[in-house]
Structures are given as structure tokens and as C-alpha cells.
């Protein structure tokens, strides 16, 4: 895992050095750079598989025509490599890097469909000869490794994170109310925007080639239904083996490197799963680790159910527990290890401390509820489309039940509802502030420089997969907006503020393949209770064929007895105490007014209704981690 950043078009070797500095943290272990008269790249490297110098980037081909930075692992390349040496190709490293090089020599642009990884790469190819020079950028299906870039004249720069982008000097910094409007709504900010005006993320799933003839932005790679052929049809208890060889593979895939790896175990069935998956492949102890807090109002802390499962899969397991004193010794580094506001990530970056005291890869549960209808969301969308937010859970199990039954859904969201419609009841069951109040909190400057937009307009470019049910393309709504945007992100970027690497085997395209291969009934069993928040898996029916793998591995009152409950900091009681004097400085009338993004009245609202313990503490959290971010990161 690295950061990679580079100029094309309009080189510049001390703003790229500059940009490389400020991701320093994302590679620790080498620094590279090359430069010609078109471009400049440079990679900071975290040494993961050939640590040699061998995996040194940028790196070459054999020709000197083409450059490579990469970030990211793949793997699949030792299948690659064993294709690529059965066509003649010889190979001078053991690195996952120069598979992915010789891929693009063999296939040109079709490379990306060969590529089962995390990844966000810069190609520089100049086979063609002077003045037909192109640069290929390409991020991963999930929008695991993230890739930003903003138009430089006719050429481009591109960083792994915005933080090296505003080191170069060639960007604007100022914030893009339309972005502002929409972190509010939601609680971070969706792809293609960023909160830095005229910077913008890569699409996952998509490469950009810029040559003479322009700017181009493709798709490699979409979601589909039913391309694990006949997975449908079969029956469930064959489909429950077919998963747990499809999950055994991507695990054990994720495993490959040449430094220690661990994972983080939460106490719930995905990482518990990928936990019990990791150990058998071992054959031997696992580290695993888990985070912990002094108990709060509102807290959720499943630490100590992480400790048994890890006694009971017998693996070298820590448990940290984070005080007020902890939290605030690492404010500071966690609001610039954030890269863009968000309303989330501290869990992420503490349990991230944690593993890289020990492992340099971790892997982590994440995308199992996504995949595999864990969240209530979904439930909660059909309620909201069919009767109403207050409807009876009789009367949703009922729906439910009839978009789970036999095989696939009978029929896609068009035929059921305007998409307009599914997309505003989608966005009301997971947001912040939301479009109307969100568009209230900014300033008058800013307001009037802004388009007040509603869920359906803030989420259209997540709703993809219009030939799927209800069910299914909620799934992937949540994919694309939450986990890719919010989740994900955050992941990535409080892992690598301590240069570790994290690896999520749910989120693989053979996985994600064989979840839109099921029928609904064979990942979410409803029941009275699936829309209650205290019930056991088992009563609740979520995630039906993850547990029934996972039952190979965990006793039965795993399932019968522990409560679904996610995992939540004491947030509140911190903002009222250790806090508290950072939430007033942040959000007081003068700062308010001194920032000019929010308007002063509005965020006294926000913060004297938190405190009457009539709005929940993400409010006024996002209000000081967005100011806080402002000075630490954008400000000059």
C-alpha cells in the first residue's frame, strides 16, 4: 500500500516531491520518482509483497517506454504472472507491481478486467512516440484506494489523497458550496466531488486516459445479476457450500504478503467469519484486534464479545481500551488523517493504531451487511415506499416476504415505484442533516450560490442497477453512496495515518458476482422482528447465508443469543466534557462567522438542541470536525 501522486502535462518535480512529503505516512519504506518533459511521478511505498528493492516504483518496462506508480495490492497475480510467462514474458521481481505492468503491455486498456484487487494506479505510456504520450489513471471497482486529480490546463494532477493535492500548489482551496450542501445532507461528501473546488475522486470502477485528444473517463466494471450461472436455481444448503468456497478463496487471496497480517474482529458474524476463515487457513494463531472505551451514553462497545470469539478461534488477540485522554491526545492527528470531513472514522483510526503496532495488513468484516442485507436499511426503504414511515412491522414483513420469495424479485424498482420515489425513501433512512435543514445551516453567501437538492437529485448517481429488486438495488445504492463514500474512505485514510494496510475480502468482485446470483429469500429470512434493533440473528433473519457459513465455525448461541447492535464511541458524553471547550470554539457565533460557511443562528440551534438531548450528537460533530478539518488541512 502507497501513496502515489504525480504532474502531467505541465511538469513540476519540487510540487511533486512536495505532494509525495505530505503522504508520507502512506509509504514509509521508499520513496521513487521519475520525470520527462511531459510528466513527473513519484510513489511513497509501503513495502507489502517483494519487499526487496525490487518492487521499487516508479517502475519501468523492459522497453523504458512505460511507467508504472501503483497503489494497491492484487491478488490474483501469481495466476497472472504464471499466464503472462506461459505467452513469454520473463519477469525481473517478485512484486505484484510488474504483473500489473506486463498486463497492460499484453492487453492495453482491456488490462483492468484481468485485475481482482484494491488498486489506483498512473500508467505513463510513450510507445507511441513524441507528442502521442498518454496517461492512463484507474481506481478500483469499490473505491477501496482512492485516486484524486484536477485538470491543470491540458494535463492533470492526480494524488492519493487531497492533502498531497493541496501541497502541490497547482489547486484552488477553496470549498465547493455544492459539496458543503451535500456533506451536510449526508454526512460526507459522494464521488466525483470532493469539498476543494475543481478537484475531483475518480470514479471506482473507471480509468481516465488524458492524451492530445483530451480527457476520457470509462468503465471497466459494473454490477450484474446472476453471473455465477445457475446459483439461483440451486438449492439453498448447496448455495451455503458454494459461498463458503467462494469466501474460503478470497480470503486466503487477501492473505498473500510478505509482512505479518492480522484483522480486525468486532464481534459481529462478518469479521468473526473472516476470523475463523484466516485461522483455518493459517493453521495457526491470527492477531486480531478490537477497541474498547470507558462506558457512555450512547455507547456500544462489543469489545469484550471480540475477546471471546478470539478465545475461541484461539487467536493472539488485543483489546484496546480508548480513554478521554486517548481521544484527545490524537484529535489533531485524526482530524488531518480524515482528508475530508466526515461524520465517522475515529473507530477506524484507533483500532488502526492498535493493529499497526503489530501488522503491516489487517483485514477487516467490511461490505458483508452491504452485500448481504445486514443493514435495516433495506427493510426500512421498503416500509417508507409501502406505508409509510410509522407502518406496523406485520404489515413490512408482509412486502418483505413477498420480494424474498421464490428466486428472483419479480420485478425492478421501475415497475414498482418512481425512482425518484425509492431514492428519497432511501436517503431518509440513512443521512445527516438531510437537503433542508443542511441547506439552511450554510451561510447566506453560500446559500446563494448553491441549488437546494433533494435525496433523489444527491443520490442518482449511486442507483445504477435498475435491473435489479428492491432489495438487491438497495444494496448497491449503499455500496456506491455510504460504504464507497463515507465508509470506505475513511477506512482507507485512518489505516494508512499509520501506514497499515487493510484488506476487505467481502468487497471482491467474485463475491459481489455471486451476492447478485442469489435469490433474496437466501440472504435475509424475514420475520416479526427483523426491523427490531435488539433481536438476535437469528430471530432478525439478516445476513441468512453468512450465518449459516459462519455456524461451521461459531457455536449456536452466537447466533440465538448475541444482539445485532453495531458499534458506537461515547460521542456525546465526550462533546460535553473533554470536548467541549473545542465544540464551542468551533461552532461559537465569532468562529462561525470569521469561516463563512455556516450560518452563526442555525449552528446555535444545532448545539442548544444537542445539549436539551433533542438531536443526536453526529450534528454538532460534523459541524467541529468540518471547521477543525478547514484549519488544520485547507487553510494556507
Known amino acids: 500500500m502507497c501513496g502515489i501522486a504525480g504532474i502531467y502535462g505541465q511538469p513540476d518535480p519540487s510540487a511533486v516531491r512536495a505532494m509525495i512529503e505530505a503522504m508520507r505516512h502512506r509509504g514509509p519504506d521508499d520513496r521513487g520518482f521519475y520525470a520527462d518533459d511531459k510528466i513527473v511521478l513519484s510513489q511513497a511505498r509501503l513495502a507489502i509483497i517483494d519487499t526487496s528493492t525490487g518492487g521499487h516504483q516508479p517502475m519501468a518496462s523492459d522497453n523504458g517506454l512505460i511507467q508504472i506508480v ?286 499497526a503496532t503489530g501488522v503491516t495488513v489487517s483485514l477487516s468484516g467490511t461490505g458483508g451487511d452491504e452485500l448481504f442485507l445486514g443493514y435495516p436499511w433495506f427493510a426500512g426503504v421498503k416500509n417508507s415506499l409501502d406505508s409509510g414511515r410509522g407502518a406496523e412491522r406485520s404489515r413490512v414483513a408482509r412486502l418483505l416476504s413477498h420480494f424474498s420469495a421464490n428466486g428472483r424479485n419479480p420485478g425492478s424498482v421501475g415497475d414498482l415505484v418512481d425512482p425518484s420515489a425509492f431514492r428519497e425513501a432511501f436517503g431518509r433512512q440513512y443521512h445527516c442533516f438531510g437537503p433542508s435543514f443542511g441547506y439552511s445551516l450554510l451561510s447566506r453567501h453560500l446559500q446563494r450560490q448553491v441549488k437546494q437538492r433533494s435525496f433523489a437529485e444527491d443520490l442518482e448517481s449511486c442507483d445504477e442497477f435498475s435491473e435489479a429488486g428492491l432489495l438487491d438495488r438497495s444494496s448497491v445504492m449503499c455500496l456506491n453512496g455510504y460504504t464507497r463514500n ?51 440473528y437469528s430471530e432478525s433473519g439478516v445476513k441468512k447465508i453468512v450465518c449459516d457459513v459462519a455456524r461451521r465455525y461459531l457455536p449456536n448461541d452466537f447466533f440465538d443469543a448475541r444482539a445485532k447492535r453495531g458499534f458506537a464511541l461515547p460521542y456525546a458524553d465526550w462533546m460535553r466534557g473533554p470536548l467541549a471547550e473545542i465544540l464551542e470554539d468551533t461552532t461559537s457565533a465569532k468562529s462561525v462567522a470569521q469561516a463563512g460557511l455556516f450560518d452563526p443562528a442555525a449552528v446555535a440551534r444545532v448545539n442548544a438542541e444537542f445539549h436539551g438531548g433533542q438531536r443526536p450528537w453526529s450534528h454538532p460533530w460534523l459541524l467541529m470536525i468540518t471547521e477543525l478539518w478547514r484549519r488544520q488541512v485547507l487553510a494556507p
Open 70 to 355: 501503483y497503489n494497491g495490492e492484487i491478488y490474483n497475480f501469481q495466476a497472472k504472472r504464471q499466464l503472462l510467462e506461459s505467452k513469454g514474458y520473463t519477469f525481473k521481481t517478485a512484486s505484484d507491481t510488474e504483473v500489473v505492468l506486463k498486463l497492460y503491455e499484453e492487453y492495453g486498456e482491456e488490462f483492468f478486467s484481468h485485475l481482482r484487487g484494491i488498486f489506483a494506479l498512473a500508467i505513463y505510456d510513450k510507445r507511441s512516440g513524441p507528442g502521442r504520450e498518454k496517461l492512463l489513471l484507474g481506481r478500483d471497482p469499490f473505491g477501496i484506494k482512492p485516486l484524486l486529480y484536477s485538470k491543470v490546463g491540458a494535463g492533470v494532477v492526480f494524488a492519493s489523497e487531497l492533502k498531497g493535492l493541496l501541497s502541490s500548489g497547482k489547486t484552488s482551496r477553496r470549498i465547493d458550496p455544492q459539496a458543503l450542501q451535500q456533506l451536510l445532507s449526508l454526512g460526507s461528501i459522494y464521488q466525483p466531488t470532493t469539498l476543494v473546488e475543481g478537484v475531483f475522486a475518480l470514479p471506482s470502477a473507471h480509468y481516465l486516459r488524458v492524451d492530445r485528444a483530451g480527457f476520457h473517463l470509462k468503465r471497466y466494471w459494473s454490477y450484474g445479476l446472476d453471473r455465477v450461472s445457475g446459483l439461483r436455481q440451486l438449492p439453498y444448503q448447496e448455495q451455503v457450500t458454494a459461498f463458503a468456497d467462494a469466501l474460503k478463496e478470497s480470503v486466503k487471496l487477501q492473505m498473500i504478503a510478505d509482512v505479518p497480517v492480522g484483522a480486525f474482529l468486532s464481534g459481529g458474524v462478518d469479521s468473526s467469519l473472516i476470523v475463523a476463515l484466516m485461522a483455518r487457513e493459517a493453521g495457526g494463531h491470527i492477531k486480531t484486534y478490537s477497541v474498547g472505551f470507558e462506558e457512555g451514553a450512547g455507547a456500544v462497545d462489543e469489545s469484550h464479545e471480540a475477546a471471546d470469539i478470539a478465545r475461541l478461534l484461539e487467536t493472539d488477540h488485543t483489546r484496546v481500551v480508548v480513554t478521554a485522554d486517548d481521544m484527545l491526545a490524537n484529535f489533531s492527528r485524526f482530524i488531518r488523517g480524515l482528508d475530508q470531513p466526515s461524520v465517522d472514522g475515529l473507530n477506524s483510526y484507533f483500532v488502526s493504531q492498535a493493529a
Open 486 to 536: 463515507q465508509l470506505l474512505r475513511d477506512i482507507d485514510a485512518c489505516s494508512m495515518t499509520h501506514s497499515l494496510e487493510v484488506r476487505v475480502p467481502f468487497l471482491d468482485t467474485a463475491i459481489a458476482d455471486f451476492a447478485f446470483s442469489l435469490p433474496v429469500a437466501s440472504k435475509i429470512s424475514i420475520s416479526d422482528r427483523t426491523l427490531d434493533p435488539s433481536a438476535s
